[in-house]
């Protein structure tokens, strides 16, 4: 159909900047173009991946999040915005002050201040409310009956969140950061990245000390934000495991770039099959994180290479729900009792998401006789709602969704504590 | 009528032609002025209108500017209407009356005929200036290579009679734009007025509304789709366009104007070879046979 119709046309049916494959055949729903440009093959797939991702997505999603589909498919099908995460072990004062030239904030340091605000505002009112009578008070203690509850469960301890810095451009602004540039010491003076990847590293509340394990390391942003906490070297100790080899390499190269040799050093990087850790180390660590593999929707959306929705990788999508179930089982089973643990993908499919923690906890309770309780996390999203689009209709857990004037995630990530 | 306030004539340089006209009522009233007032008001311009007539380039020798007052009533336009056409384009008293008369029979011949002509010289009087090739080439185009029907032209031309000032080119890959990528057939174009928005402003309707999922270009030999309609696209304002068809937000739609233009320009600088713009071989033609190329 291509040949018939001529170059000029057929190169209108491939979708403006859309993916190049055999798209005069295709008549998929707006995709981005691929990066490198790509001839009329034959030996292209007659329908590219991202279209049958794309359609897929259509079918489940609209189902499950309703009026906000449309705006969430425009979304993924344009450019993502991320997030510089600034590198602490590298010479960070002037690379901040060109960020904040540029107009870009730290979205973490933020959220603290107006958590430290509203909890100052919320001891005032009790201040007050110890002091005075009258009905003007009274309506000054409902709110603060209010306000405190909602803090009731803890937010954050202080202590880690001036550590973790992450600048964003303002929502709306669609600007890009330049490539980090390497200090004096060679190291890069921040590592681009999704934010809202950050959010689960910072829902896992790591503290002075604390043990911690990331199963499913690679390539390995959150393993280097989690060494931005700088609290897991000293006593503590970071685990970082990735059943693949090859991108195991990758966050290796990640912590050369970014993290000096004698923080490296403490760092174990592992290439177990992460279901086999209990194996490995049961019942170890403060604070395990399990980012496990999944449909990776946005990239599903946009990119021909390496696409889950392939035909010939059907039975490795379809068998996805069990692996994730089987990887955050080895979770749970590898933190002591009392451990936390962060389960989070980037997909915005139930099947991946809360149906894998709510079986998890079932088997936990039923084969394992161990007790799982499901952290609530709603402070956490009204903390961070003014950078993110959060949605609110999980049963269990935070789903961040894309949304053109805030185009980060899916993320969806859910806190559970072994008791 | 040297003493008498000029009115400020509209259109561009407005300020330059009060000052020339305000000097030229200041002047003494030569005779030949006042006959000149004369020969305009014969022709059936009121006091009020010949005066203004007479303010616009008023270096220009009467005689001119009667032939050409004189051209555009007998092509048909009201003395009301020929002189705000020639307030807005005051150039127009340079073009022989020839070239007038040629170019309005020509037009006339396109289909523009009585009151479609008149308001398709008003809102386009470049159609006037514009070379002749450039007409011809654009009729062609929409004739031969978009296959409208003749009917179809004319409703084309009436509505839209800018399609005659565009790039042969622009306005190719303006209309294949619709067809291939909108599934949209020569018929809804010509009844939801294509050409009337500017090409940028469809594409980004159209490619919000896709990724939103809200439009599909239609598979080969699909007939219904569940698409908005074309008409719906073009004619809403951007207000209820956005409510009534995207269900969305201006502030999204702000931002994804910005990164489609950012794709575009990024795009634009990818490309080897812009093949958008070979006219040779992106006949409809060939969808059914082999053509040879022009």
């Known amino acids: 159909m291509a040949a018939l119709l001529g170059g000029a046309a057929a190169a209108l049916l491939r979708r403006g900047p859309g993916p190049g494959p055999g798209a005069g055949a295709v008549l998929g729903a707006g995709q981005r173009r691929h990066r490198h440009k790509e001839k009329w093959a034959t030996t292209a797939p007659r329908i590219p991946s991202t279209r049958l991702a794309l359609h897929h997505f259509d079918t489940s999603y609209s189902l499950h999040l309703g009026e906000l589909w449309p705006s969430v498919r425009a979304g993924l099908l344009c450019e993502q915005k991320y997030g510089a995460l600034l590198n602490n072990f590298s010479a960070v004062d002037h690379v901040t002050q060109e960020l904040e030239l540029l107009n870009a904030t730290d ?4 959220a603290l201040q107006k958590a430290q605000q509203s909890q100052r505002g919320a001891a005032a009112r009790e201040a007050v409310r110890g002091s005075q009578e009258g009905c003007v008070q009274g309506r000054a203690v409902i709110q603060a009956e209010t306000i405190t509850q909602a803090e009731s469960s803890p937010p954050f301890r202080a202590s880690i969140i001036p550590k973790i810095k992450c600048y964003t451009f303002p929502r709306g602004d669609i600007t890009r950061f330049c490539p980090a540039r390497p ?4 190291l890069l003076g921040y590592y681009l990245m999704d934010a809202a990847s950050l959010l689960p590293v910072l829902a896992l509340d790591v503290q002075q000390d604390d043990l911690v394990l990331d199963l499913c390391a690679a390539p390995g942003g959150k393993t280097l934000a989690l060494l931005q906490t700088g609290l897991c070297v000293s006593g503590g100790h970071l685990a970082a495991n990735d059943v693949s080899i090859s991108r195991t390499k990758r966050l290796h190269q990640i912590l050369h770039k970014y993290v000096p040799r004698e923080i490296r050093e403490t760092v174990s990087v592992t290439s177990y099959d992460g279901r086999d850790w209990q194996d490995v180390d049961g019942g170890t660590f403060h604070k395990v994180l399990v980012d496990v593999p999944c449909t990776t929707d946005r990239h599903s959306a946009m990119e021909e290479e390496n696409n889950i929705f392939h035909k010939r990788r059907t ?12 990887l955050l089982m080895a979770g749970i089973l590898a933190a002591k009792p009392g451990g936390e643990v962060v389960y989070s993908t980037c997909s915005l499919s139930p099947l991946q998401n809360e149906c894998v923690v709510e079986r998890a906890v079932e088997i936990a309770e039923t084969q394992f006789n161990i007790s799982v309780h499901v952290e609530d996390l709603s402070h956490f999203r009204t903390l961070f709602q003014d950078t993110f689009s959060f949605f609110s209709g999980c049963r269990l857990g935070e789903l961040v969704l894309p949304h053109l004037t805030a185009n980060f995630g899916p993320m969806y990530f859910c806190k559970l504590r072994r008791m | 009528m040297a003493g008498l306030p000029l009115p400020l004539p509209r259109g561009a340089g407005r300020a330059v032609l009060a000052g020339r006209a305000l000097l030229a ?11 000149e007032a004369a020969a305009l008001r014969a022709m059936g311009f009121s006091q009020e209108q010949a005066r203004r007539l007479q303010g616009l380039q008023p270096r220009l020798g009467p005689e001119r500017r009667e032939a050409v007052a004189a051209q555009l009533l007998l092509l048909g336009l009201s003395a009301e209407a020929a002189l705000a056409l020639l307030e807005q384009s005051p150039a127009l008293l340079r073009l022989p009356t020839e070239q007038l008369r040629e170019r309005a029979e020509e037009l006339r011949r396109l ?4 009151g479609r002509l008149e308001r398709a010289l008003s809102r386009c009087p470049q159609l006037f200036a514009v070379p002749r090739r ?12 978009c296959l409208f029907t003749a009917e179809q032209l004319r409703e084309v031309l009436g509505t839209c009679p800018a399609v005659l ?27 939801a007025r294509l050409f009337q928005m500017p090409f940028a402003e469809l594409r980004n309707r159209h490619i919000f509304l896709e990724r939103r999922g809200l439009y599909e270009t239609p598979h080969k030999g699909q007939i219904q789709t569940n698409n908005p309609k074309l008409k719906d696209i073009l004619q809403l304002s951007e207000k209820d366009f956005l409510a009534s068809l995207a269900c969305s937000t201006l502030e999204e739609y702000e931002v994804f104007k910005k990164l489609l233009a950012r794709e575009e320009a990024e795009e634009g600088k990818e490309e080897e070879v812009d093949a958008l713009y070979a006219e040779e071989d992106d006949d409809l033609d060939s969808e059914r046979s082999k053509t040879a190329p022009e």
């Open chain 1, 107 to 110: 979205f973490v340091s933020e």
């Open chain 1, 183 to 186: 200090d004096v010491l060679g």
């Open chain 1, 315 to 326: 039975k490795e999508r379809q068998m996805l729900p069990m692996l994730q179930l089987q």
């Open chain 2, 25 to 35: 009522a200041l002047r003494p009233c030569p005779r030949r002025g006042c006959g």
């Open chain 2, 111 to 114: 289909g523009l005929d009585g």
């Open chain 2, 134 to 145: 450039r007409l011809a080439a654009a009729v062609r185009l929409l004739r031969e290579r």
């Open chain 2, 165 to 191: 000032l565009e790039e042969p080119c622009s306005l190719h890959h303006h209309f294949q734009y619709a067809y291939f990528r909108m599934g949209v057939r020569q018929k809804e174009m010509v009844k």
